[in-house]
């Protein structure tokens, strides 16, 4: 089976197509591939028609195909909220509102302490240390950072400490 390569996203250096061999996923071995092929399609409308189901029970709907086909892939939210008399673009989505909040306040504690520690170390004091998070300046400058909250979700637990020397270490950090 010939692909051909699509007009957007690569270079010109790509090849205009390349060959896709069908093959049967691990632990089908005992199926051919037009019988893969059947029962994953009947998994396909089953969990379809379940999900059709679903939605038409709680009277949401869906798009259709032709309104999807018709979108353009590179549109956005053209709408801006207004939050206290400014205008800006949703960054968090919750469905309860004490969780918004949270995340709301420690985003801005987080850019109101990189804020203030990157004023200092601009200013040339050495012993600065960031705020847990800081990923950009943190792999690109040899610049110390607080250690995370192995409780907290988000950043502190997916955090790689990087070394001024550019040899990455592995570290553990316990949940």
């Known amino acids: 089976m010939q692909v051909q390569r699509p007009d957007s996203y690569y270079g010109d250096d790509q090849p205009e197509s390349f060959e896709f061999i069908p093959r049967r996923p691990p632990g089908y071995d005992d199926m051919s591939l037009e019988e893969v092929v059947a029962y994953f399609e009947k998994r396909l409308r089953e969990e379809e ?54 995340a709301v306040s420690r985003e801005r504690a987080f850019q109101s302490a990189y804020v203030r520690v990157r004023k200092r170390w601009i200013a040339g004091k050495k012993r600065c240390v960031f705020p847990c998070g800081t990923l950009w300046l943190r ?28 040899a990455r270490r592995s570290r553990r950090m316990s949940l």
């Open 49 to 102: 028609n379940e999900i059709h189901r679903q939605r038409k029970k709680k009277r949401r709907r869906f798009l259709g195909i032709k309104a999807v086909l018709a979108t353009n892939p590179f549109d956005c939210a053209k709408d801006l909220r207004r939050k206290k008399g400014r205008q800006s673009v949703p960054r968090y989505a919750a469905f309860h509102p004490e969780l918004l909040e949270q």
């Open 139 to 166: 792999r690109n400058s040899p610049v110390k950072c607080r250690e995370g909250d192995p409780n907290e979700a988000g950043l502190a637990a997916n955090y790689v400490p990087h070394s001024p020397t550019g």
